[in-house]
């Protein structure tokens, strides 16, 4: 996460002369070291010189816009900062903008203030005066409000950084499309255009031949040296040796198929499997869990959402997954859903060590294929669906709280989680069904739903999230409102 970079700006004016603004870029120094050296901060704060004027702004707006390894610009204004000269190069941002409020000392030293320090130290004025251009210009950002030495200011902005991470990957992000969407389904489609425009995905579409041509270059030796890492990471349980080698030859081969092109995600088909012998699904959960995004059926959102979520937190060990509605318990004062998918779980969050089993598949019309097999951890998590409404994209979040599973199913041998919904299983549904989210969601451990607020914020998409405090009525009321916003834009 460090190769990530924030530019730190800081805000003055040269009203107060050469000494001051020294002291503000010392300042500044022990602030970035600080956060630098602060293991809760993920990324690197790379501070800049103090800025004065308005040129000495722009240009660090375009050395931020031009850095391709620079995720965002972090501003606080040490001094004050007269706004008018912050304008042209707040309408030249073009990466994820935060505004800190903070200053350098905790508390007023009460013995010794006087008008040099008050020269010196301004950022709860001049901070209101930068407050005000942002939101006169209607520019996008995040505030966050605190000490900078303190442990809850640092999360959020770590928690911000990661969003704007997710938007750095995301405008990376490159989805291999094996084949088309399954059949008739509606919300695994959508309007690519938009989603190029807005998310900066590049959707690309092949045919299931082009990965066929792609397994007959597989070496036994490649195969060889994916079963041994098969052995070491999971247990095989099963005497098929025969269709693990082939999951192996299918992971190969896609895997140098996304490689070559600057894939990160990818999905799949069931329907159309051609002259492949098994669906992919050991193979698409080995994949998932060394950091592609997946989607089945066709689904190219939740392929790249994936991808971005696991980017985000990719130092981070609780697991992110692709992730299906798969059944309800509705038992009385203990309702849940059953998470899963019929093949494809990503081991990232099992609790258990997973395991290759091989079994029939009812649907696909294909040899039985090999998967992995586990109980996932408990935990709190998020689950995330992104659908088109037609006129633009709408994010739904759900917190949820996975529970240990408990039950054996002898007969269904996936990869479940069971996971307890917020505020309960029955507004959770209701409210995800009056949003319009969809079956297929990516689910984390790491990611909480403040980061896909800022996501979301970030990229100019609708959130809407689902918690603790919903209440049907007013959440269909922000459904309504978000409607019009939405036609508006
Ligand atoms: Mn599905």
């Known amino acids: 996460m460090k190769k990530y970079k924030f530019y730190f700006l800081i805000g003055s004016q040269h009203l107060y002369g050469d000494d001051t603004l020294k002291e503000v870029d010392a300042h500044a120094k022990i602030m970035a070291d600080g956060f630098n050296s602060d293991p809760v901060i993920p990324c690197t704060v790379e501070v800049l010189p103090c800025v004065t004027t308005s040129k000495a702004i722009e240009n660090a707006v375009i050395a931020a816009n031009n850095d391709p390894m620079c995720a965002g610009i972090i501003t606080w204004m040490h001094t004050f900062s007269p706004s008018k000269m912050w304008i042209s ?29 008050m020269n010196l130290n301004q950022s709860a004025h001049g901070d209101r005066e930068h407050g005000y251009i942002g939101t006169r210009m209607g520019a996008r950002r995040k505030v966050i409000a605190g000490h900078w030495e303190d442990s809850q200011f640092r999360l959020e902005i770590a928690s911000w950084m990661r969003a704007a991470v997710g938007v750095f990957e995301s405008r990376r992000t490159r989805v291999l499309r094996i084949s088309d969407n399954m059949r008739s389904v509606a919300v695994t489609d959508g309007d690519k255009v938009e989603a190029q425009m807005k998310l900066g995905w590049e959707i690309e579409h ?5 990965i066929i041509s792609e397994l007959g270059k597989v070496t036994d030796e490649e195969i060889d040296a994916l079963m041994k890492e098969y052995e070491e990471k999971y247990v095989i349980a099963t005497d098929n040796t025969g269709a693990v080698r082939y999951q192996a030859k299918e992971e190969i081969a896609i895997k140098k198929f996304m490689d070559e092109r600057g894939f990160t995600a990818f999905h799949t088909n069931f329907e159309d499997l051609q002259g492949l012998r098994q669906l992919p699904g050991l193979a698409a959960q ?8 997946f989607g089945a059926e066709g689904d190219w959102k939740v392929a790249a959402m994936t991808r971005i979520l696991k980017a985000m937190t990719a130092d981070m060990t609780g697991g992110t997954a692709f992730m299906e509605d798969y059944t309800y318990h509705f038992e009385p004062g203990n309702e849940m859903i059953m998470g899963a998918h019929m093949l494809e779980v990503c081991p990232t969050i099992a609790a258990t060590k997973p395991e290759i089993k091989v079994f029939p598949l009812g649907i696909g019309d294909r040899e039985d294929p090999a998967r992995l097999v586990f109980r996932s951890k ?4 998020i689950v995330v669906s992104l659908v088109d409404m037609g006129d633009g994209l709408r994010m739904i979040v759900n917190d949820v709280e996975c529970v240990e599973q408990v039950n054996d199913t002898p007969n269904l041998p996936v990869s479940a989680v069971l996971w307890k919904p917020l505020p309960c299983l029955k507004t959770s549904a209701e409210a995800w069904i009056y949003a319009g989210a969809a079956h297929h969601s990516v689910l984390s451990y790491d990611v909480t739903a403040e980061m896909m607020r800022d996501f979301a914020n970030i990229l100019g998409i609708e ?3 689902i918690n603790k405090d919903t209440e049907i009525s007013s959440f269909v009321k922000e459904l309504q409102l978000n409607d019009i916003i939405r036609k508006l834009k």
Request: no cysteine; glycine share 12%.
């Open 206 to 210: 092949y045919g299931v031949g082009d």
């Open 286 to 293: 080995d994949l998932m869990a060394k950091g592609y995004g």
């Open 463 to 465: 959130f809407v999230y």
């Open 378 to 381: 408990p935990g709190s998590a």
């Open 89 to 117: 190069g707040i309408s030249k941002m073009m990466k994820p903008y935060l505004h800190l409020n903070t200053q350098f000392n905790r508390d007023i030293p009460w013995d010794t203030i006087d008008m040099d320090f």
